[in-house]
């Protein structure tokens, strides 16, 4: 959440900074408001002055006595005067906190202008796609061929978009997690976490998922209690609540978490787009990044968590690129962030594979969640990153896309040979 004084003080800097990212417009509608509510604390405070001012004066005056019945007549109107008030700037101040929680994250400086992933700057490359004696096909295709991939029955269990491996195929989703979980804490310095699939709206909110997000969740109702609790869109945003309320010591950052999950979006408004196979399915695993900062830290953690991400595909020997998001597409949270897009001979083209943010103090203000300085003084909002090391499905698609042969089958990268000894090669299942 941006801080109010920044948007109080600096109005005009914000509606440009947030021009390409959307959102400006509710700023001056957030002045109105906030404006409103602070001549009603005027007011408040001015009607309390006045009524301690007379109670002093009667105390004084009628000592021993009775205070006139229009005196206390005329207290009694100045303290109803008040309560309606009180319940005015109560309404007040939830219509400021709800514009508030609306409004983006503005975008650092250094984030590239533009509106859309049109505009994302390319930073770097890595690896050479493979040249083919064959036309590749799509991941859908190669799993299916193989009999390994099976949306059909899928959307009877459940729904379309929806999947179900069988056998060595479950088992290579599975060996990738491991890969990556290894990876990111043996080399990397992160802690694994076990953590809720299942959350409560407040930590929905703090983590910026509501209210703007509401449309792409899936929610259960508790039959007994009634109450709501939401299925995770990604493990963020259980990691990033676990300090909500918190101050940590600024020596134990930054703090790197990592958790293997399920997670679950209902991909509302996508339909039409990425409908076969794996690619934007409503239950998805991933391997999360979490990092917790200072201000000082946090932007070269970010570099580092890129860099991080990247080791699983170079591990894999994926080619894949990195680009820059520009201020329209770096995400609602997000200060800065990358994306690292992986090669799909299929399809021809580069495709999202993780997506590494810096929410900067917006996370930390949100979840308010600070750290206190070494050398003592006032303690400061932690600065909250995340990003994908990496999505398991999408790697998966990588892999038969990048390593399918010309008879069907599908070789597996030398790196899964550890967690796979007795697995070479993706054959047709009998």
Same mark, same amino acid.
């Given at each position: 959440m941006l801080d109010l004084r920044l948007v109080r003080e600096q109005p005009e800097a914000v509606e440009r900074a947030l021009a390409d990212k959307g959102g400006a417009a509710l700023i001056q509608e957030v002045l109105a408001r906030d404006a409103e509510r602070r001549r009603l604390i005027h007011q408040v405070e001015e009607l309390n002055a006045e009524r301690n001012r007379v109670s002093k004066e009667m105390g004084k005056k009628f000592a021993g006595g009775a205070v006139p019945a229009e005196v206390r007549e005329q207290m009694r109107a100045v303290a109803d005067q008040i309560k309606t008030l009180d319940a005015q700037l109560k309404d007040v101040d939830a219509a400021v906190q709800a514009l508030a929680l609306q409004i983006p994250n503005v975008p650092h400086p250094s984030v590239p202008p533009g509106k859309s992933d049109e505009n994302n700057v390319e930073v770097r490359r890595w690896g050479t796609p493979r040249e083919f004696t064959f036309a590749p096909k799509p991941h859908e295709e190669v799993g299916e061929g193989l009999g390994l991939l099976d949306m059909d029955r899928a959307a009877r269990i459940a729904k379309a978009r929806f999947a179900v491996l069988w056998g060595p =195929?479950?088992?290579? *989703?599975?060996? #990738?997690?491991?890969?990556? $979980?290894?990876?990111?804490?043996?080399?990397?310095?992160? +802690?694994?976490?076990?953590?809720?699939? =299942?959350?409560?709206? *407040?930590?929905? #909110?703090?983590?910026?998922? $509501?209210?703007?997000?509401?449309?792409?969740?899936?929610? +259960?109702?508790?039959?007994?209690?009634?109450?709501?609790?939401?299925?995770?869109?990604?493990?963020?945003?259980? $990691?990033?609540?676990?300090?909500?309320?918190?101050?940590?010591?600024?020596?134990?950052?930054?703090?790197?978490?990592?958790?293997?999950?399920?997670?679950?979006?209902?991909?509302?408004?996508?339909?039409?787009?990425?409908?076969?196979?794996?690619?934007?399915?409503?239950?998805?695993?991933?391997v999360e990044l979490v990092k917790i900062a200072t201000p000082a830290q946090s932007y070269d953690e970010l570099e580092s968590m890129v860099r991080e991400a990247e080791t699983v595909l170079q591990r894999l020997a994926l080619p894949y690129r990195v680009v820059e998001r520009c201020a329209g597409d770096v995400g609602f949270s997000a200060a800065k962030g990358y994306d690292i897009e992986v090669w799909l001979p299929g399809q021809g083209r580069y495709r999202e594979i993780s997506s590494c943010s810096n929410y900067a103090d917006f996370g930390g203000r949100r979840l308010d969640l600070r750290f206190k300085p070494e050398g003592g003084g006032r303690g400061d909002f932690c600065h909250t990153l995340n990003g994908s090391g990496l999505a398991v499905g999408r790697t998966l698609i990588a892999v038969l896309e990048n390593y399918q042969e010309a008879d069907g089958t599908v070789p597996l990268p030398e790196a899964l040979r550890p967690y796979l000894p007795d697995l070479i090669r993706l054959t047709p299942r009998v």
């Open positions: =195929l479950a088992r290579v *989703e599975r060996a #990738l997690a491991q890969l990556m $979980l290894d990876l990111h804490t043996r080399e990397h310095g992160y +802690t694994e976490l076990w953590v809720p699939h =299942l959350v409560n709206g *407040e930590t929905m #909110l703090k983590t910026g998922q $509501l209210p703007k997000f509401e449309e792409g969740l899936f929610k +259960t109702v508790e039959a007994d209690e009634g109450r709501t609790l939401y299925l995770i869109p990604t493990s963020e945003v259980s $990691l990033s609540a676990l300090h909500s309320g918190e101050v940590l010591p600024e020596r134990s950052l930054p703090r790197r978490y990592t958790a293997f999950t399920p997670c679950y979006r209902r991909e509302a408004g996508t339909y039409g787009k990425d409908m076969k196979g794996l690619f934007r399915n409503h239950q998805f695993d991933k």
